[in-house]
């Protein structure tokens, strides 16, 4: 299987949810990479960036996919609870993500932006 989502040096490197090969860690490729870096490798690889920055998110509505943005946008947390809230809403968010370009992550629901 190839991979499609790429985290964000902004999210947990070591998550259960993302621990498959559909996911790859942007701290695998270079934790140094600037936004535009990694921009242009999704755009390259047709993988959907996940996020918690919204440079991402402004830069999608500016663009046409690929790459596509999952923005999460739960604020801060202790890690137990942004897993619960994940996890809960995770098979949702990956369900819209094929339809649309960016889905915004809320801790109580989730927006699909076409």
Not at 46 to 74: M, Q, W, Y
Not at 80 to 88: A, G, S, T, V
């Amino acid at each position: 299987m190839q991979k499609i989502f790429l985290i964000d040096v902004n999210l947990p490197r070591f998550f259960s949810l993302w621990n498959t090969v559909e996911y790859i860690h942007q701290y695998d490729l270079g934790d140094e990479w600037s936004d535009t870096e990694i921009w242009k490798f999704a755009e390259s690889e047709n993988l959907t960036i996940i996020t918690k920055d919204s440079d991402f998110s402004s830069r999608i509505l500016l663009h046409n996919p690929p790459p596509k943005v999952i923005h999460i946008k739960v604020g801060n947390m202790k890690m137990k609870q942004f897993h619960e809230i994940l996890n809960k809403l995770w098979p949702q968010v990956i369900e819209l993500n094929k339809d649309f370009k960016l889905i915004n992550v809320f801790s109580d629901r989730i927006e699909g932006v076409k």
